[in-house]
């Protein structure tokens, strides 16, 4: 896994975009997806080019449409506070800016 000044790099686009945690309304489901891309992982720790899945065609399998209003852009600290206790992260690492 790549990380950048805190930062997850996605694996699949080669640094284009940066992974966001997100929470799929209507299924309860956290997941953390490429903005660039779109692809997801259900855990940080997956995090990889081998098992990702698709966030569109995913939320349309689970009769959703595939657009903004249906998921809410978490806080990064979500991802910065995983990296910690995976020990990717130094314990003081404050969220990036
Ligand atoms: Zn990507």
Redesign the pocket.
Known sequence: MRIDNGVII?P??NG??NIEPILINKLKLKCYV?I??N?AWNKVEDISEKNFFELDSFMKEKGLRPIPAEVTILDYSEITKQLIELKLLPEESPPPT
Do not use: M
């Open positions: 996605c699949l686009c284009e975009g490429c660039e891309c692809s």
